[in-house]
């Protein structure tokens, strides 16, 4: 009987050292099995092209060693020696085969699942993959890790995005800067698309200011010709309605200027757009806000006379009675009108009439006086009351008249009482306003407030 070489070296493809051991061959065997669990130990450890290629070379060489020492006397017959061999190595191979099979598979798989952005499926694949298929193809399953490490870092970046919502874009930007390392990985366009999606399908959900904000960075962005330039005409096709509805919330909470300011870069920005104008009626009614709040201002600081602004929703100063608000110098003239001339809510005034300090008017008549308990004469010369006046239109803030307002009176009353406490000289002459009466005073006013088709 002689070793026979085919079973020799059918052994030896177990990479078990099976042909060395019908060969009684024991230290080859020994040193055979060692040398195979080394170089799997170190597949498994690198994971790399070149531990496959030492394997395959070592079991080349060991089966053409097997080979080459076969055909020597021999203990057993040849079909036994094939029989041994045959099942030792054919299950081996089988087991090879198959493993090798199935991570072909899950690589397939986990493929499927990243073009289709699917995370969970790349993860659920690979979770399949048993010890068997990382020593068959431990390069290939090893790649699948870059798939995983990439899809995990899509989780976190899903759940930093989740929380710009309240209008944060400085995690916006670092978010968008890692979406972007993660394309320079191969084939994560479909997983970034998707979760890039997710987010834009929620960015409102912080409210129309926040969105604001998101949508205008996302619209401005610098384009990089990727995947993630969606995102700039989604933020673009945002912006006006957020752009109002934020508006219309700050102008509900009484916030006239910053609402204002939204609709003017709205309509500034998107003068096209569906909602401009909406946005355009909206301003107007706002601008009326703005305007009232610095009339109220204004008027509270005591600064209108010398920085006059208009209030469009005032009425217009026109033909028949005008409301005025007065001031400036108050005296104490202004009284005797009527009601329905006069008015200190701002929005029911079509004028306001700013004052100056009473002025002596032309003279009217002089009379003698004595003081009670004095024997001497003095003159007192009664003059019409002269206040300075500038009317101002509220409805345009336009200065409508400036002059003075001359109102006439009694003079030379019989008895005049004197409460000053000053002693007039002797023959001395006193200048004092007449007494007007409310009809005088109405009659001086008359002329700014009560306007026929002619007056103005």
């Known amino acids: 009987m002689r070793d026979d070489r085919i079973a020799t070296a059918v052994g030896n493809a177990s990479l078990l050292g099976v042909g060395y051991l019908l060969l009684r061959r024991w230290r080859l065997a020994m040193t055979a099995q060692l040398i195979t669990v080394a170089l799997v130990l170190i597949l498994m450890a690198e994971k790399a092209l070149w531990c496959e290629i030492a394997l395959v070379v070592w079991w080349v060489a060991v089966i053409a060693h097997g080979w080459a020492l076969g055909g020597k006397p021999g203990t057993r017959r040849v079909a036994e020696q094939r029989l041994i061999a045959l099942c030792v190595t054919v299950p081996v191979l089988v087991a090879g085969g198959f493993f090798r099979y199935e991570a072909t598979g899950i690589q397939r798989e986990v ?21 068997g298929d990382r020593i068959a193809d431990a390069a290939g399953i090893e790649r699948l890790g870059v798939d995983l490490e990439a899809c995990a ?28 390392a993660v394309l320079t990985k191969p084939g994560q366009d479909k997983t970034v698309e998707k979760v890039l999606d997710e987010y834009l399908g929620t960015v409102t959900k912080g409210g129309p200011c926040p969105t604001v904000k998101l949508a205008t960075w996302l619209r401005n962005r610098t384009q990089t010709h990727t995947v993630l330039d969606k995102a700039n005409p989604v933020g673009d096709r945002l912006v006006p309605d957020a752009q109002f509805a934020c508006a219309q919330s700050e102008a509900k909470a009484g916030q006239w200027r910053a609402a204002s300011y939204r609709y003017q870069e709205l309509i500034g920005q998107y003068p096209s757009a569906a909602i401009t104008p909406k946005a355009r009626a909206a301003l107007a009614v706002v601008a009326l806000k703005v305007q009232l709040l610095d009339l109220r ?21 026109r033909r028949g009675v005008n409301r005025a608000l007065f001031l400036g110098e108050t005296n104490d003239y202004i009284a005797q ?48 009351v002269v206040v300075p006046v500038k009317i101002y239109a509220l409805r345009t803030g336009r200065l409508v008249r400036d002059g003075k307002v ?7 009353p019989m008895i005049y009482t004197d409460t000053s406490g000053l002693l007039p000289p002797i023959g ?29």
């Open 111 to 131: 493929a499927e699942a990243r073009a289709a952005g699917d995370c969970a499926g790349v993860t659920a694949a690979e979770q399949k993959a048993r010890y």
């Open 337 to 384: 009108l009527p009601r329905q001339w006069q008015t200190t809510v701002p929005t029911n005034a079509s004028v306001v009439i700013c004052t100056e300090a009473v002025e002596d008017g032309p003279a009217i008549e002089t009379c003698p006086y004595t003081r009670e308990g004095q024997s001497y004469t003095f003159y007192r010369t009664f003059r019409k």
């Open 153 to 180: 870092q899509l989780r976190e970046i899903a759940a930093r995005l989740r929380t710009t919502w309240a209008g944060d874009t400085e995690v916006l930007a670092d978010e968008f800067e890692k979406l972007t």
């Open 428 to 456: 001395g002459t006193i200048s004092t306003p007449v007494e007007p009466s409310d009809a005088n005073v109405r009659a001086a006013f008359q002329p700014l407030l009560v306007l026929s088709s002619k007056s103005r």
């Open 406 to 412: 001359t109102i006439n009176g009694e003079a030379c």
């Open 297 to 317: 201002n204004l008027i509270a600081a005591g600064q209108y006379c010398d920085n006059p602004a208009a209030y469009g929703g005032a009425p217009k100063y």
